[in-house]
């Protein structure tokens, strides 16, 4: 089960990718890896994990040394590539977390957003369950970066903005003919009479919002403190919302 966090910037994609991946860990899922898609990457921050290399940092090694003639002996380039993206994997306990993280200099994302497209592929069967948190915005989408993902939650808060992020999503995923499950769009940090007229403006926009989480001063708290969401306690309020919207998605029982 692969499951890819979308939508416009700022809405909550890092904390709802952080919390489900708690919620997995406490349903038992099995192996699960977590992928940080987004170069401005915060889930070793939310998770609190210390990650030394990045996918990019890996791939700019790999190019420089295949170009100069270095592999090490032994080595032929894919099985080169196979070690050096497992070097990038961090373990912990409960999960494994791969940063795609970005190119040296000026360098464009595609040749790492490729390199995610082939990991992904390679990696992906060996787990039972992958969370993805994506960059904001369009581009994973139109990349094919989230290409075979099971649910695609498009994240939105209280603006009209966001809602049409995740129209132009579900349109993008139609139009490109993007192998995805389902596309569910999930409010965030939304009070319930928020909820009630964000879901009418929805409809206009012929979408569905599966539920919402509630603002939190527990997120808050943490995000002052600088500390992982780790430190939610399981009954706060963002992390009850969310479990119950991972229920009515079919994600956890
Ligand atoms: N339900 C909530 N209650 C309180 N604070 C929240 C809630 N949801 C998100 N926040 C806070 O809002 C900020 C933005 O959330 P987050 O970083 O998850 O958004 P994002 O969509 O990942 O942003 P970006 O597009 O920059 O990656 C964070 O500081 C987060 O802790
Ligand atoms: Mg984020």
Redo the contacts with the bound molecule.
């Keep these: 089960m692969i499951i890819a966090?979308t939508?416009?910037?700022?809405?909550?994609?890092?904390?709802?990718?952080?919390m489900t991946v708690l919620e997995l860990i406490d349903s038992n899922v099995g192996d699960l890896l977590v992928i940080d898609a987004?170069p401005?990457a915060?889930m070793p921050d939310?998770l609190g994990v210390d990650v030394e290399t990045t996918l990019g940092d890996v791939r700019e090694r790999f190019k420089r040394e295949v170009e100069s003639g270095e592999l090490p002996p032994g080595f032929d380039k894919q099985a080169y590539m196979e070690y050096l993206v497992a070097s990038a994997i961090e373990e912990t306990d409960d999960f494994d977390l791969l940063v795609m993280g970005r190119p040296e200099g000026r360098g464009c994302y595609c040749a790492v957003n490729q390199w995610l497209r082939k990991v992904m592929s390679d990696l992906l069967p060996a787990y039972d369950a992958v969370v993805m948190?994506c960059?904001?915005g369009l581009e994973h989408v139109s990349r094919g970066i989230i290409e075979g993902v099971d649910h695609v939650v498009a994240?939105v808060?209280h603006s009209l903005k966001a809602l049409k992020t995740a129209a132009r999503i579900r349109d993008l995923l139609d139009e490109l003919e993007v192998d995805v499950g389902s596309l569910h769009v999930v409010a965030?940090?939304v009070t319930d009479e928020e909820f009630e007229v964000l879901s009418e403006k929805a409809r206009e926009l012929d979408l569905d919002i599966v539920g919402r989480?509630?603002?939190?001063?527990e997120?808050?708290r943490?995000?002052l403190e600088g500390l992982p969401v780790t430190e939610l306690p399981p009954d706060s309020?963002?992390r009850s919302?969310l479990r119950e919207v991972l229920r009515r998605i079919g994600i956890t029982g």
């Excluded at 939508?7 to 952080?18: C, D, E, F, R, Y």
């Excluded at 989480?213 to 001063?217: A, F, I, Q, Y």
């Design positions: 966090f939508g416009k910037g700022g809405t909550g994609k890092t904390l709802l990718a952080s987004d401005d915060n939310a948190d960059e904001a994240v808060d965030n940090r989480v509630r603002p939190d001063p997120v808050v943490i995000d309020r963002a919302d």
